[in-house]
């Protein structure tokens, strides 16, 4: 059964960065499609970016387009979550995901994911 740490949260300045990582206990990365997803408090879980199991394919969403990145290293068994321009509104608990696949899809539904880590804090704050 895969498995999924997230880390890299914490508090960051209005302006500033962090890197989220998703470690996966499988070696197989490569055939998961991933998914960084958060959640505000009183607010449902909405997806930030996702990524295609062959990388190809990427999908932000419009509020973190131009100031965050999700990239993996298959060797490390590890995506991330490079968050610049830190905005007050990211605070939130960011969720990774990941669901078998072995082409250029993403998935921006939480419901199409099979596997979620436990969750890792950003807050964003002066």
């Known amino acids: 059964q895969l498995q999924l740490v997230e880390s890299g949260g914490g508090l960051a300045q209005p302006g500033g960065s962090l890197r989220l990582s998703c470690v996966a206990s499988?070696?197989?990365?490569?055939?998961?499609?991933y998914g960084w997803f958060r959640q505000a408090p009183g607010k449902d879980r909405e997806g930030a970016s996702c990524?295609?199991?062959?990388?190809?394919?990427?999908w932000y969403a419009g509020s973190v387009k131009g100031r965050f990145t999700i990239s993996r290293d298959n060797a490390k068994r590890t995506v991330y979550l490079q968050m610049n321009s830190l905005k007050p509104e990211d605070t939130a608990v960011y969720y990774c995901?990941?669901?078998?696949?072995?082409?250029?899809?993403?998935?921006?539904?939480?419901?199409?994911?099979?596997?979620w880590g436990q969750g890792t804090q950003v807050t964003v704050s002066s």
């Open positions: 995901a990941a669901v078998r696949s072995w082409g250029d899809s993403y998935y921006t539904n939480p419901d199409d994911y099979e596997h």
């Open positions: 499988e070696f197989t990365l490569d055939y998961y499609a």
């Open positions: 990524i295609a199991s062959n990388a190809d394919s990427t």
